[in-house]
């Protein structure tokens, strides 16, 4: 195979991992939201959400089941919604765009839910792009620059953070100490929140436990948009061409990163369960 082919199959790999098919927009349906005692805010991932979806319509990979596990667990008193925003990072959009139009949902849907229900405790998940949102509106909101205080929060679950790593969170079960994001730490971390973060992450992930001989693809991924035509295939080739055969293994840490289980989404319910339980009791009710 030839290393210009090897790039395209990588990029468009990629695309599927995290931000594939340009979904068409599906109209919002009236609802008519109750306040609830506590709100599970659920970002889905890459290619995994489409803009218009009502936020009570469960999907997402990983956040769809955490979502109804929390439910089912706590019979109904966790209300899990689901943020939906144009998610397709490296496809018709560059990454940066994508998170920052995801986190202004995000943040926005926190803002209003607070408003209208000023005794509502709230918990996050997310995974892959869904994770880099609610981990920066995390470290927002332990910082002061959030749009609740850090007193609401109850606890979050990240499936594989690309800030994975330092940031003051507890890991998983099986989630290596060693692990680092794509995108490095957040500035600040967790903060004062950090105790209440779960952050779960495959081995050998590429976004959350990157390889280092990896990390030359960060810098030309975040630029890419098939769409426009912009993917820097000469950097892409500079990189492969020094990996050798190891280029190969950027198709295993893919593999990785779309493998969590169902296990794994029943532990970041119980985290959540648990951590709500544990705010009651420190008066945060």
Known sequence: MKLRNIVAACVAALTITAGAADAQPIKTLPTQRGCSAHFLV??????????????????????????????????????????????????????????????????????KLAKACPDARFSFTGYSLGADIAARLTSDIAHGRGPIPPERVSGVALFANPYQGDN???????TSPLSRGSLGPLPGGYGKLGPRVLEICNAGDLVCSMNEAHRG?????????????????????????SLGLGAFSVFKGMGRHGSYTLAQQREASNWIIEQSHNSVAWGHA
């Open 168 to 174: 003051g969170a507890v890991l998983s079960y099986g």
């Open 217 to 241: 693809l960060v810098s030309p991924a975040l630029r890419t948009n098939m769409a426009a035509g912009r993917i820097p295939f000469g950097e892409f080739n500079t990189l492969f061409r």
């Open 42 to 111: 659920a970002v889905p991932g890459g290619a995994n959400t489409a803009e218009g979806i009502p936020d009570f319509v469960p999907h997402g990979g990983n956040v769809f089941m955490t979502g109804l596990l929390t439910r089912m667990g706590t019979a109904g008193e966790i209300e899990p919604l689901w943020v939906s925003y144009p998610s397709t990072p490296f496809a018709t959009s560059e990454y940066k765009k994508s998170a920052a139009g995801g986190y202004k949902r995000a943040r926005a849907t926190v803002a």
